[in-house]
């Protein structure tokens, strides 16, 4: 009992530290009251200090003001708060709004159009979502669909830059959030299903000049492998693996999309990200190892020099991207101080690394799989159930995680109070077809039939505490939808989550118990965040606005009798319009004052 | 003061009886916790008997729950409240939604999708709105943009009839809320921007087959003027004047849509609505009276027999329609009991009728006028001033009220307790310049061009209370919009409206003082209503979402810098976008309880 004691000590003081460097990494993230990047810090914990809003509280809480897009394709981002001001960056069109909040009822301050080009919409795969813009250096700078950063002076609303990095009529979006370090911006493209050649690129602050690209795929010159590459597992080390490890040329059109989530550690100055499935999703089409798809990397974030790289899902046969969160947390393992990230991937695995070296510490399953065994901590490999691999004309059933993955892009947050990482994620399986596909520029290439439902117990998401040091879930809540929120938790032991039908929920951080819940106008997909108001108050804000790839069927319209409509998606969401419309509208939720 | 005294007990004891009066005659309507139709009861008192929520408390109101609508044209309707169930009609593609109240946060219970010809948003003069749906008989039954009349079964959602009542290729829609009288249902149409000529039209409750149609041009047969016919003024007395009234076959094009408020005495069996404005706009093209478009009839509600007609605006030069509300009250006016009618007109005049007989007991100004000097009370004609009159190619300034009136559609609400009615109202001005236009079915036929401004002050809007048997405003409150919304007043003596810069106010019904308010996320056009909840609680429920003719800058995305758009409503609005998106969303407020 003695040592556990120790060991829980040792852990909280070692996970206050971590919290403290990466919120003063950022200039302007040591103050609690604001929200500048959407995973809150640069180790992506989404952890507030803030604990005017607790557990004993939350159940007064009432909705402050609202704010609607006018949009009602899916609400993915995180809103920001700088300086009083709130910035919302929205779906195509991809508005950025600036709200006052000094003034009641927070009027508009002013509102930017990038005006981006309408046939982006047309090669975007999975609904015209974005997830969130930055603050850095007095700009909010974020991604548009036909792939364009923009920065805009966060005071004025003037454009200061727009910076074109790919090609629409090749497949490229973008829909990520950049992640800023110093004086650069990293920014990642989107369009696996499209053939599209996956990058991360780094473009300076100031100017949107670029300094430097990283792409997925190709040789090791493209991929920024040099001298300081030392990849873990002998499976991903040698020469210009980006290329051999496909049939020839095949590369160029390998996916590898950079859209999900960046962390980054000061201490060594390493960005952290993964990259997106192989194209096309029809294995056959691409036999080999396929890197660096469904990988992680680490660079140098000055140079973008990759310093190790893990590929999760090695020749991926299921669309399990590698895109998700990486929470850099330092924890007490077994009595060992390590630096490690948590990553809950796709493929339904929980992995903890070693953020220096890239070691996969443990990989206990935290979702709903029968396509993986386990994963080899000698190797780093996934150990696969053959009878789940896709064949050309042939229907192999009950694949799980199905391709959304055991957690998508919803990300999770980290309390250094309660030690457990808070994970949105999906109950979901499928039934899939492949067939042989051809590459046209700018078009569907997926290769694959899918049918998706919902898992065992017919529930379709889940969201669950988990316990890195003891590597099991804590306590979970089954969600009929999958759960495609991000969390919030704060200190004052309260974790805030939204459903896809409409719910938006307040539990206790360390129980799960439910504590308050308010209906929302549509299902949620964005990513709650809190700020210190003006008044000195504890406010929460989430938008809702249903969409996304789990909410396509109703932001797109689509047909509930042809299951296949987005890739496969639409089948686990028939019932999904009985619940709800679209409508992008921000929540702003306080506990009222005594009147 | 003895006599005032008197008089203003009577009054009251007046008004009580008609209140009661109206509330019985619609079986449903006797239960002040339901909402059956959108001015409330036949009376269109829009008034509430329930008090739970009062001037003492109202400033503890805080959002319940809310639901999205998914759609960005403007949300004019009143929600519906049946049996525990809320019904809402969208506007196009014209949905109408059943929310459960019986469960928390009120789930879709079904929604009714009547698939509306996609063509009819191109004929819609002014965004693509629907003012409600009405209860009746089981059914909910409401117009589609395209020019049919729907019942779903209220309880199931099924379709019981869909009739067909006119064609969009001749520019005819449908946007009005019907109203429900025994076992009719009446409609009429929208489309005298475009040529079409007006109608209204009863259908039976049971089967939706046509029971009479009563054209507002033509001959006596077709606007149902038969021997019962007794109009109180000279000019409204002769044989067809429908057709004489007009330049040779002018009447068949001649507008006169009957797209606002109808009302129902059961006492004469009559109902009272008025008709829209001719068509052209341009006077010069249809010298004559242009009988009978902004006029107010009234009709046996079982026949359609006209019983009296007044031409307010005989030769309408600046568009101002008929159409607005008749409140339906029995007051005590110099010591004499009168069944009179209040209505707002267009043309800035408050008209007190004797809805026996049509006469106008007074007709003061309640909004800021340039074109009408007066009413003459002896021939019901307005005074007009000469130098305001539209001219072919030559400039007209400042002529007051503007197209969209002194007030437009935005239906006054009527306390019996503070015997004051609530209007909420425009304070606008317009430049005009008319030109020759020529007809082509299904297309503009306006010959107008229109630059609309703010009214004297820079403001555009007024909400204020007017005393009748006073025949001046008790109070007003000055908003930089026009107060497009609809109002509300309860028993607790609070009045409810709503503002295009998004906030939804409550305010001292004796005072007008403000006591709360809220920021939707969208601008407020809807109309607001209280319900009482199964919980026994009340609750107050309004639509957001910018749009209609006003808003039409937003929900249309108009360019600011071509201020003819929207009618010329675009140059009066230029600042609106600067205010609030679009975004149709439903608030349902109420006192929480103590936790």
């Known amino acids: 009992m003695k040592n556990l004691y120790a060991t829980m000590v040792a852990g909280c003081m070692a996970i206050s530290c971590l919290c403290v460097q990466a919120q003063e990494s950022g200039k302007t993230t040591n103050d609690d009251g604001q929200w500048t990047m959407p995973a809150r810090n640069h180790a992506a914990t989404r952890y507030s200090g803030m604990d005017q809003i607790n557990a004993g509280n939350v159940k007064q809480l009432q909705v402050a003001w609202t704010f609607s897009t006018g949009l009602v394709h899916g609400h993915e981002a995180a809103p920001l708060v700088v300086n009083d001001t709130m910035y919302i960056v929205t779906p195509y069109p991809n508005y950025l709004y600036a709200l006052d909040l000094k003034q009641e009822g927070a009027p508009i301050k002013w509102v930017y159009k990038p005006h981006p080009d309408r046939a982006s919409q047309g090669v975007a795969c999975c609904d015209l979502v974005n997830r969130g813009a930055v603050f850095v250096d007095g700009k909010i700078i974020f991604n548009t669909l036909d792939v364009h950063t923009v920065a805009v002076d966060a005071e004025s609303g003037k454009e200061v830059w727009k910076t074109k990095l790919g090609d629409i009529n090749l497949g490229e979006t973008m829909t990520m959030a950049p992640l800023a370090v110093k004086d650069k911006v990293f920014v990642g493209n989107s369009g696996g299903e499209l053939g599209v050649r996956g990058w991360l690129t780094a473009l300076d602050v100031k100017t949107g000049k670029q300094a430097w690209r990283a792409y997925s795929t190709g040789s090791d010159k493209d991929v920024l492998i040099g001298p300081d590459f030392k990849p873990p597992y002998p499976q991903d080390q040698g020469k210009d693996l980006g ?12 996916g590898g999309g950079v859209w999900g989530w960046l962390s980054y550690d000061p201490e060594t100055n390493l960005i952290f990200y993964g990259t997106a499935n192989p194209g096309p999703w029809n294995p056959a089409q691409r036999p080999g190892d396929n890197k660096w798809t469904s990988s992680v990397f680490a660079r140098d974030a000055d140079t973008g020099a990759a310093k190790w790289a893990v590929q999760y899902n090695p020749h991926d046969l299921h669309d399990y991207d590698g895109v998700n969160e990486n929470v850099l947390l330092d924890l007490d393992i077994n009595g060992q101080k390590r630096k490690i990230m948590m990553h809950p991937d796709r493929n339904g695995f929980m992995y903890m690394m070693e953020r220096q070296t890239g070691r996969i510490i443990s990989a206990p399953q935290f979702a709903y799989t029968t396509s993986i065994k386990s994963i080899n901590l000698e190797n780093g ?76 117990g017919d529930y379709g998401g889940v969201f669950s505490a988990w316990d890195p040091v003891a590597g099991k879930e804590a306590w979970s809540i089954k969600e009929h939808y999958p759960v495609w929120s991000g969390a919030l938790v704060t200190a004052g032991d309260v974790v805030f989550y939204g459903t896809m039908d409409r719910w938006f929920k307040a539990v206790d951080a360390k129980t799960g118990k439910e504590l308050w819940r308010f209906r929302t106008g549509s299902g949620i997909i964005g990513q709650p965040i809190t700020y210190r108001g003006p008044d000195g108050k504890q406010y929460v804000a989430v938008l809702s606005g249903v969409g996304g790839w789990s909410g396509a069927v109703v932001a797109g319209g689509l047909d509930t009798k042809v299951p296949y409509g987005a890739l496969g998606f639409v089948n686990a969401m028939k019932d999904l319009p009985k619940d709800t419309a679209t409508g992008g509208m921000l929540y702003v939720f306080a506990i009222p004052d005594a009147k």
Do not use: F
């Not at 290329?243 to 390998?254: D, L, R």
């Not at 499928?430 to 997926?446: F, L, N, Q, R």
């Open 243 to 254: 290329v051999s490890t496909w049939p020839p040329g095949q590369w160029k059109m390998g």
């Open 381 to 456: 490999l996934p150990e696969l159930v053959q009878d789940k691999e896709p064949r050309q004309g042939q229907l192999v059933k009950d694949i799980c995680p199905a391709s959304p993955g055991g957690k998508d892009w919803q990300p999770s947050a980290w309390s250094p109070r309660t030690r457990l990482l808070y994970v949105p994620h999906n109950h979901l399986c499928m039934d899939v077809t492949a067939s042989e596909v051809s590459y046209i520029a700018g078009t569907p290439y997926v290769g694959m039939e899918v049918t998706m439902k919902k898992g065992p």
